[in-house]
């Protein structure tokens, strides 16, 4: 089944304390990206990745860290977590060509930071 | 910059009507795609309208885009329970620009029985 699949589903930290956020698609998509969804301001991205090695900042990257090594794999990393990225993460992958084409959307990771 | 924005930001309805919303965008575009999601769930893609499209059909969904007013709109028919949820658009950048993918704030739907 073609699917993008996120770990955790929900985490709760302390401030500081580093995490990973793990990402992985099954579709042999170029393209990858991390956002966040916080009330009243829909989703936002965070970073984002062309292909292996390739990443870039999206709106939103203060604070993340990406790593893109294998085409399958996309994690977003938290160095020192902070209460203000208490949100709602998706990662999502596409495929490319001439042009970028539909999402699909892990099933989201739910974090808070105390 | 915040590229798509969704109007109204909720909207109620009876069962059985029909529900528009609309998609208003700053620059230009390859293409626009309309995503569903379910309360705390990933977001699901429904339809995608390239720039060179005017109008396009899936079931019961129909979106519109006209360029030259920088706007789309999506129409759900015949509305169900089932449809009731939060509907973003996303304005997708030619590949050869700096722009990115920008998704709107969303509409919440609510269906009345």
């Known amino acids: 089944e073609a699917q993008v699949t996120q770990n955790p589903r929900y985490l709760i930290t302390v401030t500081g304390k580093k995490l990973t956020v793990t990402c992985s698609q099954n579709?042999?998509?170029?393209?990858m990206s991390w956002y966040r969804q916080d009330p009243g301001l829909g989703l936002r991205q965070i970073y984002y990745?062309?292909?292996?090695?390739?990443?870039d900042k999206g709106d939103v990257p203060e604070g993340y860290k990406v790593s893109r090594k294998e085409k399958r794999n996309f994690p977003l990393i938290l160095e020192s977590p902070s209460p203000n990225q208490t949100s709602l993460y998706f990662c999502?992958?596409?495929?490319?060509?001439?042009?970028?084409?539909?999402?699909?959307f892990g099933p989201g990771t739910r974090l808070t930071v105390l | 910059s915040q590229q798509g924005e969704e109007d109204p930001q909720a909207l109620s309805i009876q069962e059985g009507e029909n529900a528009t919303m609309n998609c208003s965008y700053k620059?230009?575009?390859?293409?626009l795609q309309w995503y569903r999601q379910n309360s705390g769930r990933g977001l699901v893609h429904l339809i995608l309208i390239r720039s060179n499209e005017r109008e396009k059909h899936s079931g019961r969904l129909r979106v519109t885009l006209d360029t030259s007013k920088k706007s789309s709109s999506l129409l759900i028919t015949a509305s169900r329970a089932a449809d009731t949820a939060s509907y973003f658009c996303?304005?997708?950048?030619?590949?050869?620009?700096?722009?990115?993918?920008?998704f709107g704030k969303g509409t919440r739907l609510h269906i009345l029985p």
């Open positions: 996303a304005t997708v950048p030619f590949m050869n620009r700096d722009d990115k993918i920008i």
């Open positions: 990745s062309m292909n292996v090695e390739v990443t």
């Open positions: 579709m042999n998509h170029e393209y």
């Open positions: 620059t230009s575009i390859n293409n």
């Open positions: 999502a992958s596409t495929w490319t060509g001439n042009s970028y084409n539909e999402q699909f």
